[in-house]
């Protein structure tokens, strides 16, 4: 086969093609390779940084190996790229540089990395365009394989293609959300072209054209194995394609000189392909530089780079065979050998991973040395390197305490890390030793629950928050605070009996005055529906604790919420503004879409409907490529609502079932309250009153009555069931809304128990209720609420045949819906309109100028109307500065504008 011609591969050759082309043209994408070993990846790779012409190239790959290094596969594959660091934003460059161990760590976000590789790529593109490559992804380190998929899904107009080769069946390379291509092996005409480059007997070649499959590198090694075994390597049939290839392998390598043998397995059970480690090591085994001449003869290793510093096996299948056929003893020898070889400050961490290799049983010195490897890893955001390495360490511990503490560590690292499987693992193993204290029961129970919770086992893991907090109320009441704190937020997705429960627990604490979490029990003991008197106001409740110190974030994000459950919604709104402000600045997009979410809420119940579509857009797509499908099934749901708003049925209906996935037994989907709020709605648009009221009635009851969308939905609920004549299918809701809104004493809440008293009322008394309720409504900063109001009354004014009257509030309602895009509604409203005899006026453009742009245009307009330049807009919606660039042109012309000086002008139009 010439050099770069590739054998039956022309839609895959057309599909690199097309991405090369694009990037060229300024556009980003992504690419997945994925098939079985030998089948054609690498050589696809190869064909595209050939056709890659005068694009910049990086290319790095993934090897396998026990040792989980944080960072390690991207610091080798950005290497060319570093040279652009000094362009990145202060925060990513530092975090990229802690990363790569180029700096101290300072435990930054670890996605705030994602978006430094992304900005990289971005400024290494230049105007010639980007080619990643990465080979043997399931074998990258977690730390890196997270930060590149961070990157690619978030691409856009860098000129940047990242391609990733996969292999099925090892590791693990899930990438939901990039494009995938899955080799096949090659047609029969392909692979006998291939094959033939041997020449061999007829029943010889039929023989490897069935054993090989289509797989081109069996089609290339076979051949040779069996001419180098005089045709009996192995019997047809008898192992799997791998194995047998391995054996192929492993016959070529039993050919070398034992000395080189010693060289290969040592470069074997090396990761990185450090010519130098490798041949100190090697040293220490009797054998040198010279010894591996055979083996380059034989092209059983190639050079790594252009210097010659790095070497690495032709394939992975040869390492594999080196490796895994080497007896016991041997591997032992050269895993020792390596760990005196790496005996300089910075190869610290692989030394210790080669101290555990060659530990036979229980080693103090190697647990240790993994120990500190974890938590050099933890202050890198390595968590799941750290996890590894603290796992390790616990096996090889000699002591029982000293392995208990450190598995309670591996848990929280692989909490930290989001691997809820190995630390809900690890912390079952912590929690069965009986010598443990409980303040470190406690701990694990806490490190469990989490796992528990974010798996949707929110009965475990409100259990498992009550018990560790009982542990520990009398000894470290402050810590058992935060464990019932999360039990709080456990116990909002069980019921409101467990609500009350749990609160009362937290409320009972004996905290000190002193404690900053002393003022969050009596403000949250309030969500205990049973209690009548008025909270206190969240501002004061945050004064308060801010006067004793500190508190976790994730206490301040449950405040937020709490407090939109309590009717004081610019209160939380203003938390969640400032809380998401904090996280954009340290990079945290991990942890955004929480705040988001509370932003998203206090938007749409303020009717500001195109904040709330950009803010939960946003949120949507960070909770899809951060892996948190709890925030993809709210958002989505949200995005209903929106949906429903606007009469966009197919789209409701599209976004509420994914928010209404991932229900368990016992639990709710975390999306379900807003889904079934928003499929109501729709319905009560459309005019279905009977399915809209099913819908809402679904609301009322456990586990679903006390959530805040089954409080704000009640209003629509008593409409639902006037319209279908049950009037008094709406006495119990309303009732709670009355004692709700009695509680939290807001204006706008009790407009909204007039309006559905008018609805209720008799026909001489309905009139009192609905001008009270709009001399209630805040018309400017509650509009929708003030229009759903307004078209009641105008519709009852116009059935009481005062025409001309129902005219004000109907043309006042009328404009609301027009401006919100709310279609249904605008529809119903304008008909009630003509009824009265005024003239159809035909529908109005909704939300000004800003409404022809996407969400994410309307946040970048917004950003650079404030003076902010692409690159600070791109770090703080987690994109790259091209991108941003991107966006702006997109929406200059929408706005009827050729240039950013003229943004300014449009701050009105654009909400600032």
Known sequence: MEAGVLYGRKPEEDAIAELLARARAGSSSSLVLRGEPGIGKTALLDHAAAAAGDMRLVRGTGVEFEAELPFSGLQLLLRPALGSLGALPGPQREALEAAFGLEPGSGAEPMLVGLAVLSLLAEHADETGLLCLVDDAQWLDRASREALLFAARRLHAEGVVMIFAARDGEGSFPAPGLAELRLSGLAPEAAAALLDRHPLAPAVRYRLLAEAGGNPLALLELPVALAAEGGSAFSPGALPLTSRLQLAFHGQVSRMPEACQNVLLVAAADETGELAVILRAAAALGASVEDLSPAERAGLVLRGDADGTVIRFRHPLIRAAVYQRAPLGQRLAVHRALAAALDSPEHTDRRAWHLAAAATGPDEEAAAALERTAARARERSGHEAAAAAYERAARLSVEPAARAHREALA??????????????????????????????????????????????????????????????????????????????HTSWYLGERQLAATLDRLVALPLEEADPLAPVGPYLVHLDRGRSERPPPLGDTLAAVRQRGRVPDQVLMILCGAALALGQDADAYELASALAAEHRTRGGAGRLPTVLFFMAEGEV?????LDALATATEALGLARDT?????????????????????????????????????????????????????????????????????????????????????????????????????????????????????????????????????????????TFYTAALELHDQDSRALEYARTALLHGEWLRRARRKAEARGPLNAALEVFDRLGMRPWAER????????????????????????????????????????????????????????????????????????????????????
């Open 627 to 767: 892996g948190q499908q709890q925030w993809v099934s709210q958002f989505s749901s949200v995005l209903a609502y929106l949906d429903a708003a606007k009469g966009e049925e197919a789209a409701c209906r599209r976004n509420a079932e994914e928010g209404l996935a991932g229900a368990t037994a016992g639990a709710i989907a975390p999306g379900a309250p807003w889904a079934h709020w928003s499929l109501g709605l729709l319905d009560l648009g459309l005019g279905r009153a009977e399915a809209a009221l099913a819908r809402f009635d679904r609301l009322t009851r456990e586990p679903m009555r006390h959530h805040i969308c089954a409080t704000r939905s009640i209003p629509d609920l008593v409409e639902a069931a006037v319209r279908v004549g049950a009037p008094e299918r709406a006495a119990e809701p309303l009732a709670r809304l009355e004692r709700w809104a009695g509680s939290v004493r807001q204006p706008w809440a009790d407009a909204l128990v007039l309006r559905c008293r008018g609805l209720l009322a008799a026909d001489e008394q309905a009139e």
């Open 411 to 488: 848990a929280e690292a692989a909490l930290e890390a989001g691997d809820l499987e190995r630390a809900r693992a690890f912390g079952s193993r912590a929690a069965r030793r009986p010598d443990e204290d409980p303040a470190a029961q406690a701990r694990i129970a806490q490190v469990r629950a989490l796992a528990d919770f974010w798996q949707g086992s929110y009965p475990a893991a409100h259990r498992l928050l009550l018990d560790g907090a009982e542990l520990i109320r009398d000894t470290d009441p402050g810590q058992a605070a935060v464990l019932l704190i999360q039990a709080v």
């Open 829 to 912: 409203t304008r008909g009630e309109l003509t009824a009265t005899g005024a003239q159809d006026q035909g529908p109005r453009p909704a939300e000004g100028v800003a409404a022809g742009l996407t969400p994410q245009e309307l946040q970048i307009a917004r950003l650079a109307a404030q003076g902010l330049s692409n690159r600070d807009i791109a770090a703080q919606l987690f994109l790259s500065h091209r991108t941003v660039g991107y966006h702006l042109y997109k929406a200059y012309p929408k706005l009827g504008i050729a240039s950013r000086s003229e943004l300014k002008d449009f701050a009105d139009q654009l909400g600032l």
């Open 605 to 609: 119940f303020t009717g500001r409907h």
